[in-house]
């Protein structure tokens, strides 16, 4: 079965510069939700989408944005990285009014140096 | 906020065992999800509660949703070397038309032959 797919899966940007992560759902889900990891942590909530309108915000920074296109596909723009960025960003989807099982991808290790 | 705390922290068990951990919340939760990670990837989905006092199986794993809303656990029986790895605990708390995941602890389990 098909699986959330996220890009990159390795990242290294330095401090300040601009990082895109992208994400796409399972095929036919409409949710799409993006978290973060630090090590040793739990993943953290950053900020959902459906149906390509915001629907909940977590701690997300202000230097971070995200979106989600007419495909479903969500990208999260993160700019004037700091070190403490470093981290594990997973994309999870689910399919709302039939099941709130989140999914996640992969991750996208994000290094900033 | 909402907090998760998982018990134990990790565990190292032999194999063939069977294993408990539970998570406890200050607050109710609409949904319990048990997800396990490895090293570097994202949770697998495990297992989904949806009712107060609710027991789910999938293969060796047993799940159970608190009659108070407030607490979940999962057993793993007769545990082998693929089930070591992260389990978290994840509880939704719906709001709106999306919903975002609060993730416990963790607990680390490590199995030995």
């Known amino acids: 079965a098909a699986g959330v797919i996220q890009s990159p899966r390795h990242l290294i940007k330095e401090k300040r510069e601009t990082a895109t992560l992208k994400c796409y759902p399972i095929p036919r889900h409409d949710t799409v939700y993006w978290y973060q990891q630090g090590p040793g942590q739990d993943p953290q909530f950053l900020i959902s989408f459906y149906e390509k309108m915001q629907s909940d915000k977590g701690s997300i920074p202000d230097r971070f944005s995200a979106q989600q296109f007419s495909d479903y596909h969500s990208e999260l723009n993160m700019s004037s990285l700091e070190l403490g960025d470093s981290a594990l960003y997973f994309c999870a989807s689910s399919l709302q009014g039939n099941s709130y099982e989140q999914y996640f991808g992969p991750g996208t290790r994000l290094t900033v140096t | 906020g909402q907090q998760l705390n998982q018990s134990p922290q990790s565990m190292f068990i032999q194999e063939g065992e069977d294993v408990s951990m539970n998570c406890t919340s200050s607050s109710i939760f609409n949904t319990w999800l048990w997800y396990k990670q490895d090293p570097g990837e994202g949770p697998v989905l495990l297992i989904a509660l949806y009712k107060a006092g609710e027991l789910t199986s999938n293969g060796r794993l047993t799940a159970q949703f608190g009659i108070t809303r407030k607490d979940s656990f999962l057993n793993i029986s007769a545990s082998i070397p693929s089930d070591v790895g992260i389990y978290f605990c994840?509880?939704?708390?719906?709001?709106?038309?999306?919903?975002?995941?609060?993730f416990g602890t963790g607990t680390r389990l490590q199995v030995t032959l």
């Open positions: 994840a509880g939704r708390d719906f709001t709106g038309t999306a919903s975002k995941l609060t």
